[in-house]
């Protein structure tokens, strides 16, 4: 069994990696498009060229703003104080509910720690809105489901 500061720093360093690996793939799918449409030769064709070319730049930056909402949410996780105690739920907290166990940092939604569901939320989802400033031992409703929260880390 592992403890739950444990738990907290793995669900912590493994959205780390997951953001590392988003922006990685980000900045490879940008350089190859900046690569196609820097290459792309003047045909015949010339609306077929300038049709390409208004794509290409659209999916650049539609691929730019993913990259930088990535980027985003990994400088909004790096605010959290991993080794911090809390005993509300808060910005940084594990929460251990009967029904789930909610990290409250950036929506990532469901991720597999030890090969156990976790679900990182943000404050502003409504399981977050929910959970904001409850303590071990508090029980609220969710979706006609009752909750109790067993521990806070």
Not at 12 to 28: C, F, M, S, T, V
Not at 65 to 80: A, D, G, P, Y
Not at 88 to 107: D, K, M, R
Not at 146 to 152: A, D, S, T, V, W
């Amino acid at each position: 069994m592992i403890n739950g500061f444990t738990l907290k720093n793995l669900i912590y360093n493994e959205l780390i990696n997951i953001l590392d690996q988003k922006i990685k793939e980000g900045i490879a799918a940008v350089a190859s498009v900046k690569a196609s449409r820097d290459n792309e030769t003047k045909s015949s064709m010339g609306d077929k060229y300038e049709t390409g070319r208004a794509m290409m730049q659209n999916e650049l930056e539609r691929l730019n703003v993913s990259l930088n909402k990535t980027r985003i949410l990994k400088k909004e996780l790096s605010q959290i104080n991993i080794n911090k105690e809390n005993t509300l739920a808060q910005f940084g907290s594990l929460v251990i509910t009967n029904q789930g166990h909610y990290f409250i940092s950036i929506g990532m939604g469901e991720i597999k720690v030890d090969n156990k569901p976790y679900y990182a939320i943000s404050l502003a989802s409504p399981v977050g809105k929910a959970l904001f400033n409850k303590k071990a031992e508090d029980d609220f409703y969710f979706q006609d489901r009752k909750f109790i929260i067993e521990n806070i880390f």
